[in-house]
């Protein structure tokens, strides 16, 4: 699911700054951004999500309308067509260039799933743990925790920088086991958020973060310390992983690079 030379790429940039901080260069601070974060059941996290909505400048852009300067995007999983729902190739571009909104997702695993049936289908287990925030698809990488989200001009292939970032995570039940990473467009980490955690099953955890200008070009997401297999339980029946299911991605309209 990886670009062939993204690896060698970003080990690359990330050396060339190791580097160049290790010979006596202050780094440069982080830009000035502020957090958003919640926990508990769909009223709670709804609540908070509004707040970091009303926090990106300008409207909700509609699919497939073409670039703007303001706004937002967001993706809910539900507009993803049967044929693509419940199996594990769901092709990372489609939502930006069939339902154009300016994200493409990478996976160092083997697919992308959007499920209609709390991952029902992959271990009989998971609707125990897992619920949809907004009804009632949910997402997942195939056989890791973590994906990636690029961002490009709406309807392009241009890559673009975003001003802000929040997910919505399904039953986070271990501290430190689902955060996001945002990434500048060196590839350097910009702000870390960790998702809060809670002991119960069916609650969601909300993270965002919200910049003074289009800053972001990458988002790294991991959700939870191991992948959802069907031989594997959570970690709140017993199992060795803390499993999490990730809902709506809202972020604000991709511009361009300077």
Known sequence: ????????????????????????ITPPPDPSHVTFTALGDSAAVA???DEFRAALPGALNAPNAPPAVSGRREINWDGAPPA??????????????????GAVFITPGTGLRIDSTAFASVNAAFPDQFSA???????????TNRVEVDFE??????????????VVFSDVDRAGSTHVDFLDANGARIARV???????????????VVFTSAVVARVQIFSGDGPLIGNTADVSAG?????VAMDD??????????
């Open 1 to 24: 699911m990886k670009p062939t030379g993204y690896a060698p790429l970003l080990a690359l940039a990330t050396l060339a700054a190791c580097s160049s901080y290790s010979s006596g």
């Open 153 to 166: 001009l709406v309807g392009t292939t241009t890559a673009g920088l975003v001003n802000g970032f929040g």
């Open 47 to 49: 609540a908070k999500l």
């Open 84 to 101: 693509l729902t419940n199996i594990d190739a769901f092709p990372g571009r489609f939502f930006n260039e069939t339902s154009k909104r």
């Open 249 to 258: 991605f809202v972020y604000g309209e991709p511009q361009p690079i300077p």
């Open 133 to 143: 925030f907004s009804q009632k698809k949910l997402f997942m990488p195939v056989g």
């Open 194 to 208: 960790d998702a809060p955690a809670h002991s119960g099953t069916h609650e969601f955890s909300f993270v965002g």
């Open 239 to 243: 199992g060795p992983a803390d499993l």
